[in-house]
Antibody, heavy 118, light 107 residues
Framework: EVQLVESGGGLVQPGGSLRLSCAASGFTFTNFWMHWVRQAPGKGLVWVSRIHSDGSSTNYADSVKGRFTISRDNAKNTLYLQMSSLRAEDTAVYYCARDPRGGTCDLWGQGTLVTVSS | DIQTTQSPSSLSASVGDRVTITCRTS??????LNWYQQKPGKAPNLLIYAASSLQSGVPSRFSGSGSGTDFTLTISSLQPEDFAIYYCQQSHSTPLTFGGGTKVEIK
């Protein structure tokens, strides 16, 4: 089955760190750019970051630049998002998404909730 | 950054109605525009890519049009399963940006 499955979310204190994972299956992971998109409770979708299929290029939203790091392990078919210096405004459901054509997300995971609170 | 604005933010419609949602970008993006549907508690689902191309498996009652800065998503005959939130998203350049969403509710 073609799918993406996120994990690693949870409750973390302000200033803390968390690493999200996204396991891909059912397709050739190395053929696709990958993205992280987040959605605060009751709010809209916000793009966070993307990474080239071979990991050679990355981009970030200004709101997370310098605090979040996207990476991938193509041998394990897994995407990561290392989050540090977390703030209350980072509280959201984080989705990973597959990109077949440069900025279009055609397959999404179910999301993992990150809550930043003391 | 390219600003992406949707209208209306919500609408009420009946089953069988024709529904149109508009998306406008702050600069020309050719046809680098996608549309997604999101139902409560679920991940977004791609409907339309490159402004007017129907994603595989999406019903043909969904269509998209436009280029440059003005785009439209049309549902030709609204079905019960279409009540959801719809987002446009520009894929012209990073940061990728989404519209604020349009909630389609039952009248």
């Amino acid at each position: 089955e073609v799918q993406l499955v996120e994990s690693g979310g949870g409750l973390v204190q302000p200033g803390g760190s968390l690493r999200l994972s996204c396991a891909a299956s059912g397709f050739t992971f190395t053929n696709f750019w990958m993205h992280w998109v987040r959605q605060a409770p009751g709010k809209g979708l916000v793009w966070v970051s993307r990474i080239h299929s071979d990991g050679s290029s990355t981009n970030y939203a200004d709101s997370v630049k310098g605090r979040f790091t996207i990476s991938r392990d193509n041998a394990k078919n897994t995407l990561y998002l290392q989050m540090s210096s977390l703030r209350a405004e980072d509280t959201a459901v984080y989705y990973c998404a597959r990109d077949p054509r440069g900025g279009t997300c055609d397959l999404w995971g179910q999301g993992t909730l990150v809550t930043v609170s003391s | 950054d390219i600003q992406t604005t949707q209208s209306p933010s919500s609408l009420s419609a009946s089953v069988g109605d024709r529904v149109t949602i508009t998306c406008r970008t702050s600069q020309s993006i050719s046809t680098y525009l996608n549309w997604y549907q999101q139902k409560p508690g679920k991940a977004p689902n791609l409907l339309i890519y490159a402004a007017s191309s129907l994603q595989s498996g999406v019903p043909s009652r969904f269509s998209g049009s436009g280029s440059g800065t003005d785009f439209t998503l049309t549902i030709s005959s609204l079905q019960p399963e279409d009540f959801a939130i719809y987002y446009c998203q520009q894929s012209h350049s990073t940061p990728l940006t989404f519209g604020g969403g349009t909630k389609v509710e039952i009248k």
